[in-house]
Every structure is written in C-alpha cells, then in structure tokens.
DNA sequence: CATGAATGAGTCTTCATTCAT
DNA sequence: TATGAATGAAGACTCATTCAT
C-alpha cells in the first residue's frame, strides 16, 4: 500500500527557544536569540549568505546591528546555526512522516513526500540547505554544514539500504541519484500547482524503481 | 548497444565575442574582452558572484580596474555573459557528444555523459552554471540567466520527447528527474576517481531506464 | 666594596587595596577588586592599555564585564589603579634593596640593581609603566600617572643628592640620565642571559662613575 | 675640539614626493600620498598607532577614509610608512651633523646632539619613533619597525666602535647605555629652555666620557 | 553586588563605479 | 581606449559603558 494522505503532524521551527509559558510571558518578547533567528532564517533564505547583511537582519528585528554578536559572535556562526535549524526542522519532517512499520518502499515514499512538502510548507529552510549545497565555503564552516547534511541523509540512506533491489545496482549511486531529483524539485516544483507535495514524492520514487521504457 | 567512448572532439570556449567585424576593430583589440571574460569565469567559479569583486578579475589580467568598465558595463552584465558562455561551452559539448542518427536512447547516454564530462573537462563552467541556478537574483539578471539554462536543457527535451516511454510517464517530470540527478552530481561526482564519466552518464540514464527493483 | 647579592627579599604585589577595614566590609568581597586587579596587570602588559578591552579583563577572571564596573568605574580609574600598583611594587623592591646605612654609591647601585631586577621577576609591571611613559594621556588621567612616576623618582633623587659628585655637574641632569638608561634596558637587556640583573645595574652605575675614555 | 654650533643645514622630510615643478602645478594638490603620509605622522604622533583611526587621518586631509586605501593597503602599511620616514628623517640629520673627518668623540658628540635637535624641530618623527619602541607589535609589522630602528642605530654603533675606551668596556653594552640617556630625554628634556639641544648632546655624551664622581 | 543583555558610536576595510586625462 | 585616482556607501565586527533585575 502507498503513503495515505501525509496524516502526521508537521513539524514546525522552535529555533531553540525553552518551552516558555506563554500565559505569564505574553508580550512574548523574551528569547531575543529565537527573534535573530528567526529573522536570519528569512533573510539568508532570499538573498542568501553573502546577500545578506548583519544589518539587514538586525533591521528586521528591531535589535541594533551590535547587540547581535551578544548572542552569535559572528555571521558565520549564526548562519551556522540557522543551516542546523534548517536541516533540523526538514529533518524532524522527514521522521515524522515515516512510519516505522511500513515496508521499505514505502517508507521511502513517505520520505520523498515529506521532503517536497517542506517546499511548501516552509520553504525558506529548503532555500537555505539547497541554496549553499553549491557553494565550498572555507574550512571551519564548511564542514559543518556538510556535517549538517550527512545527518539529514542518514535517514535516505537508511531505508535504502534496505530496500529490495536487483543485486547489481551500487546503493550509494542509487541514493544520489535520488536525492538529486529531489533536491533539483527545488528548481521547478511547484507544490501549489496540478500536482501535491505527496503524490510528487511517490511518481519521483516509482521512476527509479519501475520500467519507465516501453 | 550502449554509447561508445565519446570518439567527437569536446568544444572548449572561445570566449563569446560576436562574430566581430574584422574590418573595422582591426587595432589590438581582438583579445581584451576574451582574456578578462577568461580571469573571470575562473574567478566567479572559484568563488561565486558575490565572492568575486571587479577589482579581483583585474588583477588577475593585468588590466586595471577602471577599464573593465568600458568592456562590461557592470559587474551583472560580465557575470552574464561569463554565464552564457559556461552554457554555450557545454552546450555546444553536449551537442557534439551526440550522433544524430543514433537511436533515442543511445543519444540520450551520449547527452548525460558529455554533461557529466564536464565536470572534469570544465569545472569552471560548470560551477557558474550549478552555483547560480540556486540564488533566484532580481529580475534583470535572473531572468537572463533562466534563458541561457532554457536553451541548454532544449537538448534534453528534444531527445526526450522521442523517447519511447510507458504511456502513462509525464515527459516533463521524466526529463527534470533527469535534470535533477546530472546536476546534483557537481555535490558528489568524482570524474577523477573510479568510475569514469561516460560510464556514470550511461548508468543514470539507465536507473530511469529499466526496473531497479528486484 | 660593591653590592652584595641582593640579600633582602623582594616585594610581591598585594594588588594595593588600601587597608581595608575588615570590620565593615566583612562579606566576601575581599578578593573581588584583587582578582581584576591581577588580570588587568597581566593583559594591560601584554597588550597595553588601547590593545586591551575591558571584556578581555573580564574574561580572564570570570567576572562578566558588567560587574567590572562595581569595582572601577571606567577603563582609565582601572588602568591607573593597575599604574599606581605597579609604581607601588617596583618602588618597594628597589626601596627594600637599599641598605640605609651603606654609602651613597653603595647605595645607588643597590637601587639600579633591584630597578633591573624587576625586569626579570615582574616584568608585566615594568612593562605598563615603561609602556605608558611615552604615550601623552590627556588630562585627568596623564597627570595622575606622572604622579605615580614621580613617587618613583623620588628614591632615586634623594640618593643623588647625597652623592659627592665633582662640582660642576648638574644633579638633575645626571639623574635623568641614569633614570634613561635604565629605563632603556626595557628594550634590550635580558636578564636571564650571560650578566645578571646586580651586575648591570653596578655596571651602568660605574659608567657614570668612573672614567670610561682611555 | 668640539663640535660648532651644529653648521650643517638640517633635513625636512620630503615624505616620498617626487620632485615636482611647483611653477606647474600651483596648487600642489597632485601627489596625495605624500599629503596623507603628512597628515598621517601628525596624527600618529599625537595620539599613537592605537589611538589614531583612519577616519581622523582622513579628516585632516579632505580626502574620504576609503581613498586612504588607495595609497596604503592597511592602517599598518601606512605607520609603517611613517614610522620609516621619521627613521629617514631623524637619520639624515644625524648623518648630516657628523664631520666624517673629526675625531670619535666629536663626532659622537655631533650625533648626539643632532639627536636631541630633533626634538626641538621635528618632535613628531621622535613621538612616533620612540612612543612605539616600547609596545612590541605583532610580527609583520613589528619586524619592519626593528629594522628602521636599527638602520638608525648603525651610525651609532660605527661611531663607538673606533672610540677609544678603556680596556675593559664592553662597547654594546656603553653604546646602549647611550642610547638610552638620548631616548629618555624625549621624557623630560625641552629644547627651548635655558639649556640647547647641542650643548645638551655634548653634556650626556661627557658624562659617559669623564669621571663624574669627585 | 552580580548578571545578562543591550546600546550606539566607532573600528578597519572593501566594493562597484565613475571620470578627467 | 586605457589609466590612476577618487568616491561614498556599505561591510563585519568591537568597544566602553549602562541598567533593570
């Protein structure tokens, strides 16, 4: 049977904030660190790491340009940490959207699907991952957000590894293959067009794994 | 019968330069325009439009600063027309790559391979083009750019189109998958190590083909 | 008969509280003022006052920067407490050297001996006062250290004083002259090489004594 | 005999500039490195390397802070530049000073009392020169500032080494001592009171000469 | 007394671009 | 056409200091 309608909840960003009381807390300022983020998070989305200025940020936060490095002592470093919050919420979507009991295929139909829904549903964390995958930035940041992706791959990697394939197909290539398509969404789909998210996510599955040649 | 080894001369760039009317620019300046759209494209794909300033593509030139301006009339047009050449460049080797009177299947191999072959050949051109397709810039430039990407992947939707596919297969999703597995490679692919180019193009192209699942 | 081998001990910093009037201020505050006042000696000397920031003090305490300013009330009241307490320590080590009762030279050169002296056992000491010599603060400030320089001086002018020197030979000038050539050891002697600390500062005593042209 | 009220003319600085026909070019703007290494040396050394910013440099030009860079690649590149020129500077009049036919000790005497010329007619190059001497910078910088120094000091090592001193001096050790009596009275000697530079120069050096004790 | 957070002016530096010569 | 110089806004980041809690 194939992924029904995608009936768990999703998974929105808590960018690090305590749980915080809401009744007692009400002007809900509090957490400046989770506004930055927040605001970062929009910002490096549209116009990217080097299109974005720490004044820019600043400015659509209200907070003065100085007061941010109190609570990241750099852009980089507060890139940083919105790439892990990115990858981070996808991530948790992903999870969520798999049902453990499920055989394999179909948990990789769920993956997919949940990977595209997050155009849809909170597409300036996609704009982020997918937007610096292709940039080699220097040593210290560089590697983490490669560390960042490998732990969201982990869980493709997962279920393909247990997928039923003809023996002579290189799982590791296979994998790639995949998410590429999946990643290159990020180009063309259009999650509020003819076709949803979910129903994407299973036809992009079914080409790699049945006959598409006449 | 799979593509054979890639027998066509692969097209290295000429820089774009219109046709140029001999006749009259007769004084030295024949190569100004090219060698600066040379430092640049090196420049750009080493380290992006943003990462790149004018005064860094002249330096590595030799000329000045100042008299980029009367070549390029801003930072937008050079990096155009250093993008429409990285798409002419692999275009034009990926048209090359192709026999004309091959069947449908087989062109398509030869079409991933060279794509893929790039990658080792011209990795300049290949950054530019991948690294860009990313950050959506505002209008003027953008729009120019998804016009040089139209025009590459119109190699790719002609062959598709002839394609004999089940009927129930949606041509445009099937070439975007394929889109989207060529392109991701420039995150994975190395040319340089086990498996070559012209092999991986072949078993892509072939993971859209046939039924991977056992 | 020269100096012996600076037999008396020298004094260590009690980072200059005043005598504290342990009935009142009972509570846990006696180390607190202490403890900046180390670390600020210890980055005032080795960054000297424009290269230090009162965060770097902080940090190298564990104080956070904001209580810094319980104890002090701006950057320039800690600088010149740092100042005073330096001034303090080298004067009570040359003071403590000199023995009362010796001669006059005896005892000059028991002074120039310890002056060198600090060099090798405190040198963060001599390193604000030497640092700051040079570098004209503005007025509140700037006097308040010449001060501190000038409670220095005094061990030495009243041991000049008493010195039989031939008639003709200005005293002040003569001290200033000894007082530059100690001073200057800062930048090139080094104690720890082949002449110790005593035997510099008797040798340079003994220029100014003696004969030196053939 | 000893040095004559000092004959030789005295050397300005020229800060770099080429010749330049000022019949031409009245309003001697033109060759605006030489105004902002002005304006540079001024600024320096009234409030030192730290507390000197580029925008004040700038100020007391006219010219705007960004064209600074221009003519210095960095703040340290252009203290550098002044740091070098004062050492020029001072150096030159030192030179200018000595009568290479004299004996040693006039000679000695001639460089000396240039010396301390220097600070009646050019105090700015001595504040830079000796201000920085006792704040050691890091290495790039600071090596080349060590070596101007000891360019300048060359002449007085040449003149000490064929001055005929006891048996048992050792020549670095009296040469800094000499050095140090000079350097120090950049603290407290003025020029324009009752005693001049030149007689001061002979006096210091007299010290070192004769015996001074009765 | 101590803290965490914020402030806002200030730091050096880089940039795309222009323009007289 | 090419150049050298200048521009001025913008860049990331730091700092001494303050203040409510």
Redesign the pocket.
């Known amino acids: 049977m194939t992924a029904s309608k995608n009936p768990r909840p999703r998974i929105k960003s808590r960018v690090g904030r305590p749980p915080s009381n809401d009744l007692i807390n009400a002007p809900a300022d509090q957490d400046?660190?989770g506004v930055i983020l927040d605001a970062a998070i929009r910002r490096f989305a549209e116009t990217g790491f080097d299109g974005?200025?720490?004044?820019?940020i600043a400015a659509s936060t209200?907070?003065?340009?100085?007061?941010?490095?109190?609570?990241f002592?750099?852009?980089?470093e507060?890139f940083c940490a919105v790439h892990e919050e990115s990858i981070r919420v996808i991530s948790a979507n992903v999870v969520a959207a798999i049902d453990p009991g499920a055989n394999p295929w179909t948990r990789l139909e769920q993956a997919a699907s949940a990977y595209l829904q997050n155009l849809a549903d909170h597409s300036a964390f996609v704009s982020i991952v997918i937007g610096e995958t292709h940039r080699r930035r220097p040593a210290p940041l560089g590697e983490r957000l490669i560390q960042h992706r490998d732990s969201f791959e982990k869980h493709f990697t997962e279920i393909v590894e247990s997928l039923p394939l003809v023996t002579d197909v290189d799982r590791n290539i296979w994998r790639l293959a995949l998410l590429g398509m999946l990643a290159w969404t990020y180009v063309w789909f259009d999650p509020n067009a003819r076709i949803p998210a979910d129903e994407m996510g299973r036809r992009l599955v079914a080409m790699l794994r049945e006959k598409t040649s006449a």
Chains 1, 2, 3, 4 share one sequence.
Request: aromatic share 10%; proline share 0%.
């Open positions: 400046r660190r974005t200025s720490m004044r820019d209200g907070i003065l340009t100085g007061s941010l490095y109190y609570h002592k750099s852009k980089e507060l």
